[in-house]
């Protein structure tokens, strides 16, 4: 296994690193922009890439099933065919197991898709097939195939969750192709019941990954639940390897992610929010269908360096109200370039050895609460 991390500084639990791959180095603690269908919905990947995003997620389901890793592969991987030259990780289907239960069979070979398109199709794809296809799509980092359950459930449930995403983990590295700058990463489940994720990581760092990521959270369990599950992980995690925390988050569920050691994450929040008229900024969250800012000249943030806080909030409001796209483009770009700020500012406060006072002036200025 090829993929390098380097470990650069440590502030109490938070790390600061960088992630070597065959197409370019990020850094952590990194946000990376969901690109599910091979696009980060309506930005260009230049656009992408002028928020400060370094690394990209696609989804092996949704590629499987259109286009096709075959012709991904013909058109020279998902590098080429989408125009994103920097690192890809792509998930491995794990997750719509759970968002797509009532057109799934579980096996323990692996898991019947019937096809959400049209309904008829049935697709079924085992670990080995979905590394396969994460080859075909040439993903610097593939992610092995798991099943990521919905919260509450129950303990009888969570073992034989834990037991078969070993399984399936063993297989899909077994079925993996190691080259120079490519990796996998191993998924701890076991739902939030604390001993089962201690036997999860056990089991995953036995077989040996490139780097761990901890599944089945953000699914819609509280914030506190959440926290406890990755403060009993992340400790037992190897320190030489990248942790992910997938699907994660609110700029309020990073920080306290990052406080606890964890290195990458992702989440649709930013862009999904940019094509539904929301903002982030450094003050909390702004609505730019409200009619207060029909008339406002001032930029969502006069701090942000972004293309949308180069016009006007009553101007971006017009956008919205007449459902242009330009609008949607703008704060999609917007919302990731906050992102990617946020985070820049979480590695130069780790560098610093201030990554508290940072999270609690963050905190302080987003919610308004001292």
């Not at 269908?37 to 259109?66: P, S």
């Not at 085992?126 to 593939?142: C, F, G, K």
């Amino acid at each position: 296994m090829s993929l390098k991390f380097n470990l650069i500084a440590i502030d109490g639990n938070a790390r600061r690193g960088a992630v070597e791959t065959a197409h370019g180095t990020f850094q952590t603690p990194a946000f990376m922009a969901v690109g599910t269908a091979a696009t980060v919905k309506a930005l260009t990947m230049d656009q992408v890439a002028a928020t400060g995003t370094q690394v990209i997620l696609g989804n092996t389901y949704h590629l499987m099933m259109r286009p096709g890793g075959d012709l991904v592969e013909k058109m020279g991987g998902l590098h080429k065919f989408g125009g994103w030259h920097g690192p890809i990780l792509t998930d491995s289907g794990g997750f719509q197991v759970m968002s797509l239960s009532n057109l799934v069979k579980m096996k323990e070979e692996g898991v019947e898709f019937t096809s959400h398109i049209d309904g008829g199709i049935k697709h079924f794809l085992r670990p080995e097939d979905s590394v396969h296809i994460q080859h075909q799509l040439d993903s610097n980092i593939t992610m092995v195939l798991d099943e990521c359950l919905h919260l509450p459930t129950t303990r009888e449930r969570a073992e034989k969750n834990v037991d078969m995403v070993t399984r399936w983990a063993a297989r899909s590295k077994n079925a993996f192709v190691d080259r120079p700058g490519y990796g996998i990463f191993g998924i701890v489940q076991g739902a939030d019941f604390p001993d089962l994720r201690e036997k999860s990581v056990r089991e995953l760092t036995a077989i040996g990954f490139d780097g761990y990521a901890i599944g089945g959270l953000a699914v819609g369990e509280p914030q506190d639940v959440m926290f406890k599950m990755i403060s009993t992980v992340a400790p037992m995690l190897p320190n030489d390897k990248p942790r992910y925390l997938m699907g994660v988050g609110t700029p309020l569920d990073i920080l306290g992610a990052v406080e606890r050691g964890v290195d990458m994450f992702d989440c649709v929040m930013p862009t999904r929010a940019g094509r539904t008229a929301m903002a982030f900024t450094r003050h909390g969250t702004m609505n730019m269908r409200n009619a207060k800012y029909r008339d406002d000249a001032s930029p969502i943030d006069d701090k942000c360096g972004c293309p949308a806080c180069q016009l006007s909030r009553a101007y971006l409001h017009h956008l919205i109200k007449c459902n242009e796209i330009l609008g949607a483009t703008l704060l999609t770009q917007h919302n990731l370039w906050f992102y990617q700020d946020l985070m820049r500012g979480i590695r130069e406060s780790i560098e610093q050895g201030r990554f508290a006072e940072f999270k609690v002036e963050f905190i302080k200025n987003y919610t308004g609460e001292n």
